[in-house]
């Protein structure tokens, strides 16, 4: 196992505007023959700069290497990430913005389909878990996104709000732009503001791809507005936007967002778009099958973008699904508890709890330390704001316990209560569970 370290300046993103995709494939041929000459199969790759990660990421598939994508480069995350897959770390190559091309580089590319992409994910115990895929999974999904959106998005310039170092980033974001000869923009941008000003720059149809954490909080101060004659499509993954989210960005940007379900393990497995508070099934992949458990309603898919193509795939999401093969999600099996021997969906109690006036967002989750506690940590909408500036936090407390009433018993409300400005997510707008947790750990 060998690493391929960014430069020092790969936190000042690129000044790398848009580059030919003639010379971005000689480009990526000319580092490809750099590491023909390496012995090392396997590499580490990290770079937060877009044009210098597509670079380093084709060269290494090109030249016949398998990638694993660590979630970030903090020494102890490389630490452990060497040890999960017994490696000898190297530092070999460095970003070079300047590359030397020569006039005998290919102007094509060809990568071996059968090289091996390794991601890294949280498992259930804090430690990272690898998913490998292989480079053919990754191109049968992207074929499917083409053939869906391919017309719209061929004229669009992508911006992101999420990391190509992740699945979805790494498809959405890098893969499907690169392979359909798309330009895209090279930072990833944090606010909202930002990406609007970038936007600005070009006279163009803009494509975003962000999370629901990114786009619920633009609902009632959408900064988006500013670009409504340039927005094409908008792509969220990594979580639900709540319904009513959904339908007042649209109204707002008359833009439906395309929502897409899936995990890391599965790839994608269904689409939808909430136009109105009615839309909220999921419409599979059409090279994806769904079924379900009849006793566990666990949803089960086939699909050609898991390595085994004819066989289950058991799923931890419950599922409603219709004649017509699409689905509702109910919620996830690791999300069911049971709290005094009463059956309790944490998945549900956030729904409930986010359609009161008071809440903007929610996180239900279970403590268990010297015993079994169900917690819940609360973003306050304005008026919430201003009930618990005016009538204190037991106030609250009890009339959110009330609004639960109506549905859940008593015993199974949340015994602890933290209000927080935002709940804390991380760069790929994923909640960071962890430390939603900590803030239990102190006071009542």
């Keep these: 196992m060998y690493?391929?370290?960014?430069?020092?300046?790969?936190?000042?993103?690129?000044?790398?505007?848009?580059?030919?995709y003639s010379d971005w494939c000689k480009k990526v041929n000319h580092l490809a023959a750099k590491y023909r000459k390496s012995d090392a199969e396997n590499w580490l790759l990290f770079d937060i700069d877009s044009y210098q990660f597509s670079l380093q990421f084709f060269a290494m598939l090109v030249a016949g290497k398998n990638v694993f994508l660590p979630p970030n480069q903090q020494p102890e995350t490389i630490k452990q990430l060497e040890k999960l897959v017994d490696a000898n770390s190297s530092d070999i190559f460095d970003s070079s913005m300047n590359l030397i091309i020569t006039e005998n580089e290919s102007a094509e590319f060809a990568i071996n389909k059968q090289q091996q992409v390794t991601i890294f994910?949280?498992?259930?115990?804090?430690?990272?878990?690898?998913?490998?895929?292989?480079?053919?999974?990754?191109?049968?999904?992207i074929n499917e996104l083409q053939q869906l959106w391919g017309e719209e998005v061929d004229e669009q310039i992508t911006l992101s709000f999420v990391s190509h170092q992740h699945i979805y980033g790494l498809l959405f974001r890098l893969m499907w732009p690169v392979l359909s000869h798309r330009d895209l923009v090279v930072e990833q941008f944090e606010y909202p503001e930002h990406l609007v000003a970038k936007a600005l720059e070009f006279n163009r149809s803009i494509c975003i791809v962000g999370s629901p954490a990114?786009?619920?909080?633009?609902?009632g101060n959408n900064v988006l507005a500013d670009l409504n004659d340039s927005l094409g499509l908008i792509f969220s993954s990594g979580g639900n936007l709540p319904t009513d989210k959904a339908v007042a960005l649209n109204h707002e940007l008359s833009v439906n967002i395309v929502e897409v379900f899936g995990s890391s393990e599965t790839?994608?497995?269904?689409?939808?778009?909430?136009?109105?508070?009615?839309?909220?099934?999921?419409?599979?992949?059409?090279?994806v099958k769904v079924s379900y458990d009849t006793k566990s309603q666990q949803l089960k898919i086939k699909s050609?973008?898991?390595?085994?193509?004819?066989?289950?795939?058991?799923?931890?999401?419950?599922?409603?699904?219709?004649?017509?093969?699409?689905?509702?999600?109910?919620?996830?099996?690791?999300?069911?508890v049971k709290i005094e021997e009463k059956r309790l969906s944490l998945d549900e109690m956030e729904q409930q709890?986010?359609?009161?006036?008071?809440?903007?967002?929610?996180?239900v989750t279970l403590l268990q330390n010297t015993r079994v506690q169900v917690v819940a940590a609360v973003e306050l909408?304005?008026?919430?704001q201003e009930k618990l500036a005016l009538d204190g936090k037991l106030a609250i407390n009890n009339q959110l316990k009330s609004h639960l009433t109506q549905t859940f018993e008593r015993v199974t409300?949340?015994?602890?209560?933290?209000?927080?400005?935002?709940?804390?997510?991380?760069?790929?707008?994923?909640?960071?569970?962890?430390?939603v947790e900590e803030m239990f750990n102190h006071g009542n």
């Design 353 to 363: 709890l986010s359609a009161h006036t008071f809440v903007k967002n929610v996180f």
């Design 214 to 219: 990114h786009f619920t909080r633009l609902v």
């Design 3 to 20: 690493i391929y370290r960014a430069s020092q300046t790969a936190g000042m993103h690129s000044s790398v505007g848009f580059i030919s």
């Design 121 to 141: 994910t949280s498992g259930s115990s804090g430690q990272p878990k690898l998913i490998v895929k292989h480079v053919w999974q990754l191109l049968n999904e």
């Design 267 to 287: 790839g994608g497995i269904g689409w939808r778009q909430q136009a109105e508070p009615h839309c909220t099934q999921w419409q599979p992949f059409s090279t």
């Design 304 to 336: 050609n973008y898991l390595q085994d193509v004819d066989s289950w795939y058991l799923c931890d999401d419950r599922i409603d699904l219709d004649e017509n093969g699409k689905f509702n999600l109910l919620g996830r099996i690791d999300r069911i």
């Design 381 to 384: 909408s304005e008026l919430g």
């Design 413 to 435: 409300l949340p015994k602890k209560w933290r209000y927080v400005d935002t709940l804390p997510y991380n760069a790929q707008g994923k909640l960071i569970k962890s430390e």
